[in-house]
C-alpha cells in the first residue's frame, strides 16, 4: 500500500485482527464481539527513514 501526504485512506479490519470474539469498550465506542472495526485515515506527514525489508516488516509485527 502506497499513500501520499493529505491522502485519505478506509481501512477495514477482520474480526480476527481487531477485538475477535470480546467485546471492546472504547472511548468513544462499543466494538461488539466478532465485528469487523472501519478506520478513516489520513496521512498528515512522514518521515522517510529509507528502505524497510520484508523481513523487517515481519519481525516487527
Known sequence: M???????AILTIAPEYAFGCTKSKQ?????P????VI?????N???K???VTRQQ???YI
Open 49 to 51: 527513514v529509507g528502505v
Open 2 to 8: 502506497t499513500m501520499k501526504k493529505g491522502e485519505v
Open 33 to 36: 464481539p466478532n465485528c469487523s
Open 57 to 59: 516488516v515481519n519481525n
Open 45 to 47: 506527514s512522514f518521515i
Open 27 to 31: 472511548e468513544l465506542a462499543v466494538v
Open 39 to 43: 478506520y478513516e485515515i489520513e496521512l
